[in-house]
């Protein structure tokens, strides 16, 4: 196959130069031959072709800067060149970030913006909604919802509003929800079907899962890996006991409540009472795939490594209930773009993109977390693995969002650091809690 | 006749130094502009933020001396000041004491061919990035599945909790830095050993001093200017400790390895405000600043220039 060569400092190449001009010769003859037959139906078409020789050449270069990983990287250059080439007067670079937490990506996409290097579209989630509004990071989006209501009439009736109620801030929408995950039990079907374990049933308890997490700690791996660092992944145990953080106006702490030490009281137990859990690390999602561990709390986000990793003896189910009044967590994916951002209109076409249900089929296929269209989460040529995916979408009859005020950066500092002093054994759950809440205090009476 | 040196003379004399002066005014300027664009810029913005509440985003808003007082009243500053101290004294004491003793061992009795690979390895980890480094250890010493607990248990002992708990997670992290960054010191040890005359030790062997009579007087009264470099370097690098807390333990368990910098940080990048994590620097810079004085006063008293 012959390679193009590289030209130096842009200039075209010899070829290039001829194939051109022999092109803009031929344009020319044909526009003069249209011109002799209709002067005034020429005169049009010039407009016309000027107008989108301009559009043409004027190409808008975007740049979207999402959390993921290396697989996610390769994936969205492909989902980008598949937008390009239906849109070619834009290009979206794609940046994926590998994140640890949310807050350590909040804090790298804020030091962009304060840099001057702000990305067009943010990727961010249900945690970094309020944030980037109480900065004015974020376009409001409802001018060109209404302008574009046919074209997304079909979106919006696909979606449940709980997915697009984290990005309606102060009367203002500021992001279209494209994928959202909570959190759910992963095990390893192998496993649980080789040590006689029962499938966990919607309805398991506490004590079902330390049963199964005892039986297969004794058989050698470990029984459960426990959430290395971040909110979504303790709270969501809280919220698993009927408790919670913050009350729903996310202005003050409601860490104390009692159900919130049985779920902490739970999740230290796992390593300390009955010793079925290592110490939190963040590999925990290579242990469970490599079989040494038993089973993993995530949403649907480790599923793209495991399909990368031929990796399929698992299943799901919710997590198992600690208390009356139990809920799930849900936490949404949406790209704001920037307020600022100099190709507005682009970037709008291409959350339009994220939106079909043709973009979102093929996200979710590729292990990509839960989507926000309610007929692709149901179609199993989607979302299979894993087998029992419905508890994704069922569970937002019973959801609550993440608690996420402005102040989300301290916020999760607060509860990672609580929480790693809970699992070194250093601290009761009630103490534990009663520092939350006394830093959350403080933590939510802060300016943002 | 002696030729006088007149008015003539003076006026010529002034108009090299003025030369003289320009020549040199004409070769610093470049070093100062990067200077003033680079350190004596940031330095004063520093302090002039101190005064200000800024986000980094909006436009900041002036608040006086706030800061400071919150400085005052921030407990989290009491825990980071302790953190890091105790990391400090911790760090700077091991890495002289371990670089101190490795150079002395090794350029006492190995052969030239044979310090010249011992070197080679010591110093090697200096030049590893600090995250890779961060990385490998946190994993050899993880609680359930590192690797020194894997060999601890093997040899019939108890796993330690290395880094997750907060009796050990300082302890550990001063050790892998040790581990780091003694090989620097170890390389200034070893070309100040190299750089006392051999005549000195045989004068004194004739004399009949035993070989620890020479170490503690000639060998660390002429290594004196040398260990007084590394104590100044030391000491403000282990001040500004970060990479390895940010990597391996995330300042935890709790705040256990919550250091100065990782404050800083935390305040500045983490929680956008900027004006205090001036504060908190202008601080660390003080600390520094007394410290340095501190050790230039005393070095006068042990300090030997030969």
């Given at each position: 196959m012959e390679q193009q060569k590289p030209t130096t400092s842009g200039a075209p190449d010899r070829r290039t130069f001829l194939t051109n001009t022999a092109k803009i010769a031929a344009g020319a003859a044909g526009a003069g031959a249209i011109v002799a037959a209709n002067p005034i139906g020429a005169m049009a078409e010039q407009d016309r072709l000027r107008s989108l020789t301009l559009r043409a050449k004027a190409v808008a270069n975007l740049n979207f800067i999402l959390p993921g990983s290396t697989a996610d990287q390769v994936n969205w250059n492909n989902f980008s060149k598949q937008f390009t080439a239906k849109n070619p007067n834009i290009k979206v670079a794609v940046q994926v970030v590998s994140i640890t937490t949310w807050s350590s990506y909040f804090a790298k996409i804020l030091t962009q913006v304060a840099g001057g290097k702000a990305p067009d579209i943010i990727g961010i989630a249900t945690e970094g909604a309020r944030l980037f509004a109480a900065k004015d990071l974020a376009l409001p989006l409802d001018d060109l919802i209404k302008r574009d209501e046919a074209e997304l009439g079909d979106f919006f009736s696909d979606i449940n509003p709980k997915l697009i109620s984290p990005f309606k801030i102060g009367g203002k929408t500021i992001a279209l929800p494209y994928s959202w995950n909570n959190m759910v039990i992963f095990y390893n079907t192998k496993m649980f079907k080789k040590l006689g374990i029962p499938t966990p049933k919607a309805n398991w308890t506490g004590q079902d899962f330390i049963s199964a997490a005892q039986k297969i700690q004794a058989s050698g791996p470990f029984g459960y890996g426990l959430w290395p660092s971040g909110t979504f992944g303790i709270v969501c145990w809280m919220y698993a006991a009927g408790g919670a953080m913050l009350d729903p106006t996310l202005t003050k702490s409601t860490a104390t409540l009692p159900q919130n030490e049985v779920a902490m009281q739970f999740l230290q137990d796992l390593r300390w009472k009955y010793k079925v859990a290592p110490a939190p690390t963040d590999a925990y999602l290579t242990l469970f795939q490599a079989g040494r561990m038993g089973t993993v709390s995530a949403g649907r986000w480790p599923v793209a490594g495991f399909i990368s990793a031929k990796f399929s003896d698992y299943d799901v189910q919710y997590l198992p209930t600690l208390g009356p009044g139990r809920k799930n967590i849900f936490g949404v994916g949406a790209n704001p773009i920037y307020k600022n951002a100099p190709h507005a209109e682009e970037a709008w076409t291409f959350l339009k993109y994220l939106a079909t249900k043709e973009f979102q089929e093929a996200n979710t296929a590729l292990?990509?977390?839960?989507?926000?269209r309610r007929s692709v989460a149901y179609d199993m040529h989607a979302m299979v693995p894993p087998h029992n995916f419905r508890i994704y979408y069922d569970s937002l009859n019973s959801t609550e969002a993440i608690p996420a005020p402005a102040q989300f950066n301290e916020m999760e500092s607060a509860v990672t650091a609580q929480y790693t002093k809970l699992m070194a054994n250093e601290i009761t759950p009630k103490a534990m809690l009663a520092a939350l809440d006394a830093q959350l205090k403080t933590v939510l009476a802060q300016k943002v | 006749m002696t030729p006088t040196v007149g008015g003539s003379g003076k006026v010529h004399d002034n108009e090299m130094r003025r030369r003289e002066s320009l020549a040199a005014g004409v070769f610093l300027l470049p070093s100062f502009v990067l200077f003033a664009a680079f350190v004596l810029g940031p330095i004063v913005f520093s302090f002039g933020l101190t005064l200000f509440s800024w986000d980094g985003l909006s436009s900041a808003t002036f608040v006086g001396l706030d800061n400071y007082r919150t400085l005052f009243q921030d407990p989290e500053v009491h825990t980071v000041l302790i953190n890091t101290g105790i990391f400090v004294v911790g760090d700077v004491a091991a890495k002289m004491l371990i670089a101190l003793t490795l150079a002395a061992l090794v350029h006492r009795f190995l052969t030239r061919w044979l310090q010249t690979i011992f070197r080679g390895i010591i110093f090697f980890p200096v030049i590893v990035s600090g995250v890779a480094i961060g990385i490998i250890w946190q994993w050899m010493m993880n609680t359930s599945l590192g690797l020194i607990n894997y060999y601890l248990v093997e040899i019939g002992m108890q796993p330690i909790a290395w880094l997750d708990s907060s009796a050990h997670a300082l302890s550990s992290l001063i050790v892998v830095d040790v581990w780091r960054s003694v090989g620097f010191s170890f390389v200034v040890f070893t070309a100040g050993l190299q750089g006392i005359s051999a005549q000195l030790y045989e004068a004194a062997a004739v004399d009949g001093a035993s070989e620890w009579s020479r170490f503690w007087s000639i060998t660390l009264p002429l290594l004196s200017p040398t260990t007084y470099f590394l104590l100044v370097i030391n000491l403000i690098n282990a001040f500004q400790f970060f990479d390895l807390s940010y990597v391996m333990?995330?300042?935890?368990?709790?705040?256990?390895?919550?250091t100065i910098v990782y404050y800083i940080y935390d305040t500045g990048f983490h929680f956008f405000r900027f004006g205090y994590a001036s504060t908190l620097a202008i601080m660390l810079f003080a600390i520094l600043a007394v410290f340095t004085m501190i050790q230039v006063r005393m070095s006068r008293r042990w300090v030997f220039y030969q």
């Open positions: 292990g990509a977390s839960i989507p926000a | 333990t995330q300042a935890g368990p709790g705040d256990a390895t919550r």
